[in-house]
């Protein structure tokens, strides 16, 4: 039997252009929408969630018609989903794959959780560096306070 | 560190502070030199800070500087709501130096980064205060002959107590030992637990302030500061619970002091004041002669010829 028959059919039709967002812990699909805004733009979006993965079990995935994200919208996802996939399509073609990462300086995108931060009081955009990638905890640069992975807002 | 803010502990080096305690010694032989003459030192206390602002403006005043600055947000232009950025921007045009106090944690980061000139933070909220710790670490100094091998005990309040965490985290370059007591609910920060742990260090906790007097060289008191608690049943509960009397000493090593960064409520009786082993006004007269250091270090003139070099 041919290779091609066997396969199975796709749960989310391919897309000519724009980005996938693959491999979305399905607690997190939802926030991600909300942090990238996806909710806002008037672009063709196809959200799927609680699809069988073989290397998470449970996966979501998100697919935006014609956008392409910024590295910085990108870091936002690392913050809820650390094993999401990132490919971008050009013309059906996958033209660029990569696993998001976690950045050492996370910038602008979360709140600080300390209310008494200067950052909270003035416009000033936050600043923090990633001390430790593996149980997420941020450093504000600014009052020095540390932000845990399950505390963080996004602003 | 010429022209460089001071914001935190954590942003000089143990060479740096080492230099700083050997020239503030300078100073302690001799106060009255006028090596800031053509200086002028703002102070902009943006919440009330009699103690630490007398000691700057005490520094600034024996150095020959001028002192320019206000005492209490409420008496400057940030009533009328001039951001933090405005107002270090426009005092950078008419001084040398800001010494900054600002209830907000951040806050001498940030006007760091915006000040032309540099800012010595002189207390952001219950984040850093980097010269009380220089001026604990000369007071251990001075008084121990060594800032090696001590035996260090920390009481009180250890959870919210600033000058704490910067001092610990400075004494464990020193081979430290150290001794902490406090209720449970005002413990360490394991954050600052975690810096002694990368030295491998030792450290021990305790709940009873008797037991730990015997095995120190430094007791290190705190106030337990109501205005940190947002719960005011927590601190009716601890406010009173480490006292330290006279007699308590008794049983002390010959060469223990007490140090406190005051002002102290009544964690210390009055009765201790008289005896050798308290330390704690010498400690805040060492404060004079530290930032004395530190003012000329950062503006950069030379304290043996106690001229500004000439260009």
């Known amino acids: 039997m041919a290779k091609q028959n066997i396969r199975k059919e796709l749960k989310v039709s391919a897309i000519e252009n724009g980005t996938v967002i693959d491999h979305i812990p399905p607690q997190s699909v939802f926030l991600v929408i909300q942090i990238l805004n996806l909710n806002k733009i008037r672009n063709q979006i196809m959200i799927g969630t609680n699809f069988e993965s073989r290397k998470f079990g449970k996966k979501g995935i998100i697919k935006v018609n014609n956008k392409y994200f910024e590295s910085e919208e990108i870091n936002k996802i690392a913050l809820v989903a650390p094993s999401a996939t990132l490919i971008v399509i050009k013309d059906y073609t996958v033209v660029y794959k990569a696993n998001v990462e976690i950045p050492d300086n996370i910038n602008k995108i979360v709140k600080c959780i300390n209310p008494n931060c200067i950052t909270n009081h003035e416009k000033i955009p936050s600043r923090f560096s990633v001390i430790d990638k593996d149980d997420l905890r941020l450093q504000c640069h600014y009052c020095e306070k540390t932000t845990k992975g399950d505390n963080i807002q996004f602003i | 560190m010429k022209n460089k803010s001071l914001v935190s502990i954590h942003d000089i080096t143990k ?155 400075a004494l464990t370059n020193y081979k430290t030992t150290f001794h902490f007591v406090s209720p449970v609910e005002l413990k360490l920060p394991s954050a600052v637990k975690r810096h002694i742990k990368e030295k491998n260090l030792e450290y021990y906790q305790y709940t009873e302030l008797e037991e730990v007097i015997p095995k120190v060289d430094i007791l290190y008191m705190t106030r337990i500061q109501q205005e940190r608690f947002s719960d005011p049943l927590e601190y009716e509960r601890v406010k009173n619970i480490y006292i330290l009397r006279n007699k308590m000493l008794d049983n002390a090593r010959k060469n223990l002091r007490v140090l406190h960064p005051l002002p102290r409520i009544n964690e210390i009786t009055e009765d201790v004041d008289n005896n050798p082993k308290a330390y704690y006004f010498s400690q805040a007269r060492n404060g004079v002669y530290v930032r004395q250091a530190l003012l000329t270090t950062i503006l950069g003139v030379d304290v043996k010829k106690g001229t500004t070099p000439q260009i």
Request: hydrophobic fraction near 35%.
């Open chain 2, 15 to 169: 060479v740096d502070y080492e230099k700083i305690l050997d020239l503030a010694e300078k100073f302690e032989a001799n106060p009255k030199r006028k090596t800031l003459d053509d200086f002028v030192v703002a102070t902009l206390f943006f919440e009330p800070s009699t103690r630490t602002r007398l000691s700057f403006e005490s520094a600034a005043s024996r150095l020959g500087a001028k002192v320019i600055g206000f005492t209490d947000a409420a008496t400057s232009s940030v009533k009328k709501g001039e951001t933090l950025k405005d107002t270090i921007i426009t005092v950078s045009n008419y001084s040398d130096i800001i010494v900054m106090r600002h209830p907000k944690e951040g806050s001498a980061r940030y006007a760091s980064e915006v000040s032309p000139v540099p800012v010595i933070n002189a207390g952001d909220g219950s984040n850093q205060h980097p010269t009380q710790c220089l001026l604990d670490l000369y007071s251990i100094r001075k008084t121990q002959k060594t800032l090696n091998n001590l035996n260090i005990a920390f009481v009180g309040d250890l959870k919210y107590g600033r000058t704490v965490h910067s001092l610990v985290i």
